[in-house]
């Protein structure tokens, strides 16, 4: 042991050594902290090996998006609902004239002809070959090779590399350079999902199938079951949406699915013939396919159906018809059938067909598609989406609908914030997306096996820390929670904050996802929301006060036990809170491979208020206004227009959760749709 520590700092002697002969007009611009033991630094690069050399130039803007999304989505704005097409996202995110100029200059003065130099499409990095001797000379560093003892791979790095003074402003990074990205190895951030007895995958926020069951207690004209099993006219009722009459057609519902979530006509034709009438759905009715990468949304038999898609739809259609709701299946069936990975982590591929600069975008240090994360295509396996990567093949539909997510700590700091912004660009051009907030309160399902949630769902060494649902912690989406009728309870009462301890009748715990973000501040737009509820409703917990470092390194946030430090705290009092909204989650009416079943969790919620949402949207479009577009400035500056949820918690990491109390709480958010209330807003906007 002491020999090897004493080997290290006469590495960081020499180092020091060398950096003394560096010129003074550079600057070290990286630096490496420690090396991980995979690695292991080998000999000096030979001079004339060849490398593939990027720049990523530093992203203007990317810090004043959030004023430019509220410029557009703050309704005090005078350019609210103005929104930007996709050419002026670019645009205005592209690395400045001034950057492109000042760092080819600086290349071309160092030997690295400008014949050579590739300008990236999105404009956001450099790429050219230069000889190990050009890159050293260039960066005025040594390159050595490192060998990965798990793969046995070698790949050039240095410990620290240097740029002039005024160039570095300009640049984000340069590979090869300090990072060593192990050759990729899918497997290496997946984890095993544990399949409960019902077969639902436990990591992820599907819709919660509870056993067949029988129809005929329930009628779908009768509003006194509502507490027993929720159908097209409960959610009519609960939220005062009357039926709709119009299909503009630039307003269709998106809605998101993956992992095997395949729907059958019958189970529609089924649910539309018993639930719908009078109001009725013709049998035959559909979504517009829109498959990405080799998706598929829908199969004959019946025994494929899945509870997700079946849920998903047969709650959206009865809000939005006859408006159209459009089917985004994401990723062939050799990916989705991998439930190692898929939307555990993911939405890259499904925002490349969204948005095709998102294919090659740069920012924190991720360009385009995460090689150890995201599926490649061609899929070189057998069986697998054999065309190219789909990039902006899709128009974004006005709202979209995920009833997916994960774990904020399942994944890479820099890869959550890179598709972020991603939600921010989109929603700088109306659209508004609405994630799901999680099933299990302030924690997560206790599923992976070796993961950092351990057994608990929780976080920290002492798995006790709240672990909350990612992409909705991003704060550009909306966060959807949700609520139960109880027994005995009808369309007239308030509705609660949804309960259900495990066995009754799900299998696992089941309460509303809520909590606050251990890597996004509080946005602006929600402050005042979060201070009124710590100041009026101070849970008594303790907290921390901490976000997670940007480092842009290729890290998951594992350390939240190193966030909250010894402070004993057990959530973030400074972080993004969740949900912003809610909406019924339990006991839902649907037919799934032929049976009747009933359902739930906040992937029911979340295709409600998107339903709603599109309905707003349809009568502003009608009236010759643009779509609403990001929810969430909106949302908060008129919380009145939602039913206040005051009653309830979301257990979890053995504590009581938080409550749902007067005002927006992280359990139910703002509370639940008030049709009339919101159109009548809405419409007062521009
Ligand atoms: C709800 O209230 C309305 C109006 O008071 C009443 O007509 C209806 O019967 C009530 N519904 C239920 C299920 O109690
Ligand atoms: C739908 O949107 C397109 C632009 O995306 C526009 O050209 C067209 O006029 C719109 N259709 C209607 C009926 O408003
Ligand atoms: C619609 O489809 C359902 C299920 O297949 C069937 O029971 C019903 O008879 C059909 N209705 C009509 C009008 O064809
Ligand atoms: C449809 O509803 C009727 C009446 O409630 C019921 O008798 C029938 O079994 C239902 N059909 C199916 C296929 O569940
Ligand atoms: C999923 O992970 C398990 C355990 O790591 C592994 O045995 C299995 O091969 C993986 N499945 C796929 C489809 O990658
Ligand atoms: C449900 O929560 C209770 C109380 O925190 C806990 O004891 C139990 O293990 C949990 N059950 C499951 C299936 O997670
Ligand atoms: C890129 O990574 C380096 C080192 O990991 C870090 O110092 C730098 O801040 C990162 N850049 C961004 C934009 O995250
Ligand atoms: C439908 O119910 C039948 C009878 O209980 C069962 O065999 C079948 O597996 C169920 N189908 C699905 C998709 O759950
Ligand atoms: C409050 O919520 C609990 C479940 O958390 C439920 O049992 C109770 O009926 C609710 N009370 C009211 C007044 O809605």
Not at 190 to 212: A, F, S, T
Not at 628 to 643: D, Q
């Amino acid at each position: 042991m002491k020999g090897i520590k004493s080997l290290l700092s006469l590495t960081a002697l020499l180092v020091l050594a060398n950096a003394s002969a560096i010129p003074s007009y550079v600057e070290v611009h990286e630096k490496r902290e420690s090396l991980h033991p995979r690695w292991t630094k080998r000999d000096r690069v030979e001079s004339h090996k060849l490398f593939p050399m990027r720049i990523g130039l530093t992203q203007t803007n990317l810090d004043v998006g959030y004023e430019h999304l509220m410029d557009v989505s703050n309704p005090a704005s005078a350019n609210f609902g103005k929104h930007w097409t996709s050419k002026q996202v670019i645009d205005a995110f592209q690395p400045s004239k001034e950057t492109e100029n000042e760092v080819r200059k600086w290349l071309v003065e160092n030997g690295i002809p400008s014949s050579r130099i590739t300008h990236s499409e999105n404009k956001g990095w450099f790429a050219f070959y230069a000889t190990a001797e050009e890159a050293e000379r260039l960066l005025h560093t040594e390159f050595h090779e490192y060998e990965d003892s798990e793969s046995g791979g070698v790949i050039p790095g240095c410990e620290a590399y240097h740029l002039p003074k005024h160039v570095r402003e300009h640049i984000d990074y340069v590979t090869p350079g300090i990072r060593l990205l192990a050759p990729v190895q899918r497997q290496s951030l997946k984890r095993e999902v544990v399949v409960d007895e019902n077969g639902l995958m436990k990591r992820n926020i599907h819709g919660l199938l509870q056993n067949p069951s029988d129809a005929s207690y329930t009628k779908p004209n009768d509003l006194s079951t509502c507490d027993v099993a929720i159908t097209p006219d409960c959610v009519a009722a609960l939220y005062k949406i009357p039926p709709g009459k119009t299909s503009h057609p630039n307003n269709s519902l998106g809605i998101f699915e993956s992992e095997l979530q395949f729907y059958t006509q019958q189970d529609l034709d089924l649910f539309f013939t018993n639930f719908t009438t009078p109001q009725h759905i013709p049998n035959g009715t559909h979504p517009i396919a829109a498959n990405i990468d080799g998706g598929l949304g829908v199969i004959e038999d019946p025994y494929y159906a899945g509870g997700e898609v079946s849920l998903d739809l047969e709650l959206a259609y009865p809000i939005v018809y006859p408006q159209t709701i459009t089917l985004y299946n994401v990723d062939d069936f050799i990916v989705q059938a991998n439930q190692n990975d898929t939307y555990t982590f993911g939405f890259n591929t499904f925002l490349d067909a969204l948005d095709g600069s998102y294919c090659s975008f740069s920012a924190y240090n991720e360009t385009g598609n995460d090689p150890n994360l995201d599926q490649e295509y061609p899929d070189p396996l057998l069986g697998g989406w054999q065309g190219q990567l789909m990039c902006g093949v899709y128009k974004p539909t006005n709202v979209i609908s995920l009833s997916y997510g994960g774990q904020e700590s399942d994944l890479p700091i820099s890869y959550q914030k890179r598709q972020c912004l991603e939600y921010m660009k989109l929603g700088l051009q109306g659209v508004s997306f609405l994630f799901a907030s999680g099933d299990s309160g302030v924690s997560n399902y206790p599923a992976s096996v070796g993961g950092i949630d351990g057994p608990t769902g929780c976080l920290g060494p002492n798995l006790d820390i709240f672990n909350p649902t990612w992409p909705g912690t991003c704060p550009y989406v909306t966060s959807v929670g949700a609520t139960k009728v109880y027994p005995g309870k009808t369309v007239n009462d308030s509705e609660s904050a949804v309960f259900d301890p495990a066995g009754f009748p799900y299998s696992v715990n089941y309460s509303s996802g809520g909590g606050f973000s251990n890597i996004y501040p509080i946005p602006d737009y929600q402050a005042s929301a979060v201070k009124v509820y710590f100041d009026n409703h101070d849970p008594g917990y303790p907290y921390y006060s901490a976000l997670s470092p940007d480092t842009g390194d290729i890290k998951l946030l594992p350390d939240v036990g190193a966030l909250a430090g010894s402070t004993g705290g057990i959530y973030n009092r400074i972080g993004r809170g969740i949900p912003d909204v809610a909406a019924n989650g339990d006991n839902i009416a649907v037919y799934n491979g032929g049976n009747f079943t009933l359902s739930g969790g906040t992937s029911a919620s979340t295709p409600i208020f998107s339903a709603v949402i599109t309905r707003l949207n349809e009568e502003r479009i009608n009236a010759g206004k643009g779509p609403i577009g990001f929810l969430n400035p909106s949302l908060y500056a008129n919380p009145s227009m939602l039913n206040d949820i005051t009653n309830g918690s979301n257990p979890g990491c053995n504590t009581i959760g938080f409550s749902a109390v007067k005002g927006w709480d992280p359990v139910t958010g703002l509370g639940t749709p008030n049709f009339p209330k919101m159109l009548e807003y809405y419409m007062s906007l521009p």
